[in-house]
């Protein structure tokens, strides 16, 4: 019976042990989670407090470049630069509606003749005319014409068609460059305004003198930045619309050609149609 009673307690002094050795190296597995929780979460407060103090950093030289901008257009006259600004959003309207108007007139030039000279083979002429006038674009206005003198009776010879056809690219050619010109009077009206500050400037500047009685650099200084401003005010307007001239050229070149390539291709179409008279 002595003998049960001490081995029931070396077991238990064995469990207590043994629970006990647990119980500490639970105890120690949490001390290092909870310290590596609060190492992670100060390495978080840190770094949000960073991304807190560059925050502000960002905003404050965002708003420095638009203060700056701001104050040297204040700087340059406020009345007069105005005129350059007017003819910055002014010009930019006329690019915006030149890109715009260009982009929907552009198709597959080669698709779409070749739809129609399917229909043309077909003999079905007002299916052709009827496509011409469902696409946009000077393309489909062009080759609508000839399909046009194609299906009557008294315009089909070919000599017709091609003087149709050239008369009709000359139109559409003229409503490409529609607003071209205003967009170039902006670009050499932008600089001249420039330039025009720039005889303002130094008339303000001599004049600061005159009343000075003195030329110091100090006494100068006013009219000489009021010429500079406006000067390099202009020619980045100027530059801007430039950029956006060349581009519109480049699209309207593009779609120059894309009209000569139709209408060789509709010369040969109505050469051999039957309705064209040879």
Same mark, same amino acid.
């Given at each position: ?6 081995? #029931?307690?070396? *077991? ?7 629970? $006990? %050795? ?16 609060? %190492?992670?979460?100060?390495? =978080? =407060?840190?770094?949000?407090?960073? =991304? ?29 630069? $105005?005129?350059?600004? &007017? ?11 030149? #890109?715009? /108007?260009?982009?929907?007139?552009? +198709? @597959? ?12 083979? !077909? ?7 009827? !496509?011409? !006038? ?21 315009? @089909? ?7 149709? #056809? @050239?008369?009709?690219?000359? *139109?559409?050619?003229? /409503? ?10 902006? +670009? ?20 600061? &003198? ?5 030329? $110091? ?8 930045? *009021? ?7 202009? +020619? ?8 956006? /001239?060349? /581009?519109?050229? %480049? ?6 050609? @894309? ?12 050469? !051999? ?6």
């Amino acid at each position: 019976m002595k003998k049960l009673f001490a081995i #029931i307690a070396m *077991v238990a002094a064995c469990s207590f042990a043994a629970t $006990s %050795s647990v119980m500490a190296q639970e105890d120690e597995a949490t001390a290092e989670v909870v310290e590596a929780v609060d %190492s992670v979460a100060e390495d =978080t =407060t840190a770094v949000e407090a960073e =991304t807190v103090e560059a925050a502000p950093i960002v905003e404050e030289e965002n708003e420095g470049v638009f203060k700056n901008l701001k104050t040297k257009f204040i700087e340059g006259g406020a009345g007069f630069m $105005s005129l350059v600004a &007017i003819a910055l959003v002014l010009g930019l309207a006329f690019c915006i509606e030149r #890109i715009v /108007y260009l982009t929907l007139a552009q +198709i @597959n030039t080669r698709k779409f003749c070749k739809e129609l000279a399917d229909l043309v083979a !077909k003999g079905k002429i007002a299916d052709a005319i009827e !496509k011409c !006038k469902a696409t946009r674009g000077p393309v489909a206005q062009v080759s609508r014409k000839a399909m046009e003198c194609l299906d009557s009776n008294d315009r @089909n010879d070919i000599g017709t068609i091609e003087r149709t #056809i @050239n008369m009709e690219a000359e *139109v559409q050619g003229t /409503y490409l460059e529609e607003n071209c010109s205003w967009i170039t009077l902006f +670009i050499a009206m932008a600089p001249s305004l420039g330039f025009l500050g720039t005889v303002i400037g130094m008339v303000m500047a001599f004049d600061d &003198i005159q009343r000075a009685g003195d030329i $110091s650099p100090t006494v100068v200084a006013g009219g000489m930045k *009021v010429a500079l401003i406006t000067t390099i005010f202009g +020619i980045i307007v100027a530059l801007v619309l430039q950029v956006f /001239y060349n /581009y519109i050229l %480049s699209k309207i070149e593009s779609l120059t050609s @894309n009209m000569e390539e139709a209408a060789q291709e509709l010369l040969v179409m109505c050469v !051999k149609s039957e309705k064209c008279k040879k």
